[in-house]
């Protein structure tokens, strides 16, 4: 039985995943309000290593690093806007999973439709002269096609 007990557990810790290793038991605070908000702030932080993961699941040293000044500022008294406004101080608009829409990252939110938009727009174009071509077709090719419908 104990066996048993103990190959469900490993499976269980496999089956969990890098993010379950990500935040150490050190870093984790005692207040779990508190807890609660530095993990939802570390969900949207970048991690300036990995780059396409959050803090919370990285586990870069420097991911550590920013988790813990994430605690910090909150045991501190700080905000989450407070927290998150002295990271982009501190590393810029590039710590955020996801900016925020402001004049200087307007080109970055806007570009994306604004290219769907012109791709539908020459794909329109595009089937539009080909009607106009497919109707200004060689009538030599169009008497052709009347014969062959006679003989059938």
């Not at 050190?26 to 990995?50: F, G, H, Q, T």
């Not at 004049?103 to 604004?114: G, I, K, M």
């Not at 539009?128 to 003989?151: I, V, W």
Request: glycine content about 4%; aromatic content about 6%.
């Amino acid at each position: 039985m104990k066996k048993l007990i103990a190959c469900v557990f490993v499976v269980a810790a496999m089956l969990a995943g890098p993010a379950a290793y990500a935040v150490q038991p050190d870093e984790i605070m005692a207040d779990p309000a508190k807890e609660a908000r530095a993990r939802d702030l570390s969900r949207e932080l970048r991690c300036m290593v990995c780059q396409n993961q959050s803090i919370d699941d990285s586990d870069a040293p420097l991911a550590r690093d920013l988790r813990l000044l994430v605690r910090e500022r909150i045991a501190s008294g700080d905000s989450d806007s407070q927290v998150i406004d002295f990271l982009v101080a501190r590393y810029g608009e590039f710590v955020l999973l996801k900016p925020r829409f402001t004049p200087h990252t307007l080109l970055l939110w806007l570009l994306p439709p604004l290219a769907l938009a012109l791709g539908g727009l020459a794909i329109w174009a595009s089937s539009g002269r080909r009607s106009q071509s497919s109707d200004l077709a060689d009538p030599a090719l169009h008497e052709l096609n009347e014969e062959k419908e006679a003989c059938l």
